[in-house]
């Protein structure tokens, strides 16, 4: 397993698994990875994706996942960082708001779009 550090990457890993995928999209979703010590990584030939969380020193907590599960981590990750800047702002509008609105409105769309495919 390698981790996916390029965007490229990480739209071939959605084309092997079905789903068509742009690399703006792509970048946003990797943008998310290796805050809170996780990580995206996939197989050599690109066909599983694996969410690895590390856990301190040699140890890691790898599970199995597709390229919808990844998404939805994400989501998670980029909701937390919007409601951690909204609270720690006094009038809850700021550009660090807008960009993170903004950006979870694509990672909502992503996973609405793969969900639907991979049905």
Not at 94 to 114: C, V
Request: charged share 25%; proline share 1%; hydrophobic share 40%.
């Amino acid at each position: 397993m390698t981790e996916i550090k390029y965007g490229a990457v990480l739209v071939a890993a959605a084309h092997k698994q079905g789903v068509e995928m742009n690399h703006d999209d792509a970048t946003v979703v990797l943008s998310y990875f290796g805050l809170e010590d996780h990580y995206l990584m996939c197989s050599n030939d690109l066909s599983s994706l694996t969410l690895r969380h590390h856990l301190g020193g040699d140890e890691f907590d790898d599970k199995p996942c597709n390229i919808l599960d990844a998404v939805k981590y994400v989501a998670g990750v980029c909701k937390g960082i919007l409601d951690y800047t909204l609270e720690a702002k006094e009038k809850g509008y700021t550009k660090e708001a807008k960009f993170f609105r903004g950006e979870l409105r694509t990672l909502k769309r992503l996973a609405d779009t793969y969900a639907a495919a991979l049905s």
